[in-house]
């Protein structure tokens, strides 16, 4: 099971921003398309950071209302951790473990090329373990 066996089955569609957008303009996208993160990206779609909803908190722990006029470049994560569509999903699942974070961007030639959640991971897996139970319990039927 791979990364790319994920975007296939959700799609390659990622909500991206550019970093002078305001904090308070990524909160608004994350409410109104209901998402825990947003990829930061230039214009050619190299990514350049994540703001996660984490990120959001601790600006507004720190500063209060005024982070909200922020641009996101100042309170996003920059080292963003990537993967590519070869990626196992195990692979993937110890890179948010070791790694704390529930988004996994996916990058191809230097481009954001798609979003893996750690729903994504989740459902896969459960989605794979049930049909390994249904060949043993199908494989025990007809032995």
Not at 119 to 140: A, C, F, N, T
Request: aromatic share 2%; with cysteine.
């Amino acid at each position: 099971m791979t990364v790319k066996m994920i975007l296939e089955r959700k799609g390659y569609d990622v909500f991206n921003t550019n970093p002078e957008t305001t904090l308070g303009e990524a909160v608004a996208m994350l409410a109104q398309h209901k998402i825990g993160a947003i990829v930061v990206c230039n214009d050619k779609r190299a990514i350049k950071g994540i703001l996660s909803e984490r990120d959001v908190v601790r600006a507004i722990a720190a500063e209060g209302a005024d982070a909200l006029a922020k641009p996101i470049s100042e309170i996003m994560t920059v080292k963003v951790s990537v993967c590519s569509e070869r990626h196992t999903v195990n692979q993937v699942m110890e890179m948010m473990t070791r790694g704390r974070f529930r988004h996994l961007p996916v990058e191809k030639d230097g481009q954001l090329h798609g979003l893996v959640s750690i729903g994504d991971v989740v459902k896969l897996r459960i989605e794979e373990v049930e049909r390994e139970s249904e060949e043993i319990r199908s494989y025990i039927a007809t032995a």
